[in-house]
Each structure stands twice: as structure tokens, then as C-alpha cells.
């Protein structure tokens, strides 16, 4: 199970790499609004990674607001992108969400298991 939630959290992270550097036009949009799909966008991946590395939570929540810094950055130089503070507040707020909501599935599962062995 950990082998395909790895591998779903870096299919999420690739998407999410193309839908911000790759050409606007091929960027999905909803009526959540640019905030609202940035914010769902990265709580899913917190919550994918924080799945797929359960021991590594501090450690990939650094990571992953690094990498977000590093994706606003890169779109200085992607034609038709451009790079706001306020994006990347919201996404690595939200991935730190994501990785929180994990914390605490793990937390419950953890603790159903250990009730379940009394």
C-alpha cells in the first residue's frame, strides 16, 4: 500500500509542477476560484505525502513549503506565469494542512490497531 501512496503523492506533485509551469491554457480551472484550487490542490498532496512518509512528517512539511517557494520562483521564467507571495502562503498552508490531516488519520489508525490488540 505505502508503494502506490508514494506513487500517488508524485503523480499529484507532477500535475501540480505542469498545471503551474506549463502553458495557462492547459491549466484546469473550477469554481472554486484560484485560491480555493491552489489551497485543494496542495491539501491533497500534503495529505498524499504525509501518507506515503508517515515517519518523515517534519522533515517532508520542510520539503514540501521548499519545493512550493521553488515552483513560485520558477514561474518568473515560465512564459505567461507569474509568482505571487500570496500563492505561495496559501499552498504551503494548505500542504501543511494535508500533511496535519495525515498526521492525524495515523494517529486514529494507530489507535484503532492498538485497541483492537487489547
Known amino acids: ?5 508514494k506513487g500517488l503523492a508524485w503523480l499529484l506533485a507532477a500535475a501540480v509542477a505542469f498545471a503551474t509551469l506549463g502553458p495557462p491554457g492547459l491549466r484546469p480551472h473550477s469554481d472554486l476560484g484560484q485560491n480555493g484550487e491552489h489551497a485543494l ?17 517534519c522533515l517532508t512539511a520542510a520539503t514540501a513549503v521548499g519545493m512550493i517557494g521553488l515552483i513560485e520562483i520558477l514561474q518568473l521564467w515560465a512564459p505567461g506565469r507569474h509568482a505571487r507571495w500570496s500563492d505561495f502562503v496559501v499552498d504551503a498552508l494548505a500542504a501543511c494542512a494535508g500533511l496535519a490531516l495525515a498526521a492525524g488519520i495515523g494517529w486514529i489508525m494507530g489507535r484503532s490497531r492498538r485497541a483492537k490488540l487489547s
Not at 1 to 5: D, K, S
Open 1 to 5: 500500500m505505502t508503494i502506490i501512496l
Open 41 to 57: 490542490a496542495f491539501v491533497l498532496i500534503g495529505l498524499a505525502f504525509g501518507l506515503a512518509y508517515p515517519q518523515r512528517r
